[in-house]
């Protein structure tokens, strides 16, 4: 059974920084992307960030690109992520997913499994 478990969200003031973490267990973690992503009350899941299966490759979405950094440590099987200069419009639930295969998608359709969130609120 496939468990992906975030931690780490909370309530933070404008220009603060958070670290989210994402505990997998019950698959191979090596051999999956992982991603995370992010949905605001009333608004779509959006992609925040991806790591390949090495963690030698990412990217970003355009409004966290530079502030956010997404990192992964395979012997421990989880997957982080550094968010710093956070700003009221990052005030989403927060999700990891895993993808199995090679290639670092930005579609949230594409994932196989995915964690019950975390919910992270930047006040201003």
């Known amino acids: 059974q496939v468990q992906l478990v975030e931690s780490g969200g909370g309530l933070v003031q404008a220009g603060g920084s958070l670290r989210l973490s994402c505990a997998a267990s019950?698959?191979?973690?090596?051999?999956?992307?992982m991603g995370w992503f992010r949905q605001a009350p009333g608004k779509e899941r959006e992609f925040v960030a991806v790591?390949?299966?090495?963690?030698?490759?990412?990217a970003y979405a355009d409004s966290v690109k530079g502030r956010f950094t997404i990192s992964r440590d395979n012997a421990k099987n989880t997957a982080n992520l550094q968010m710093n200069s956070l700003k009221p419009e990052d005030t989403a639930k927060y999700f990891c997913?895993?993808?199995?295969?090679?290639?670092?998608?930005?579609?949230?359709?594409?994932?196989?499994?995915w964690g019950q969130g975390t919910q992270v609120t930047v006040s201003s």
């Open positions: 019950g698959l191979t973690f090596s051999r999956y992307v």
């Open positions: 997913a895993a993808e199995f295969g090679s290639v670092s998608h930005i579609y949230a359709y594409t994932y196989d499994y």
């Open positions: 790591i390949n299966r090495y963690g030698d490759s990412t």
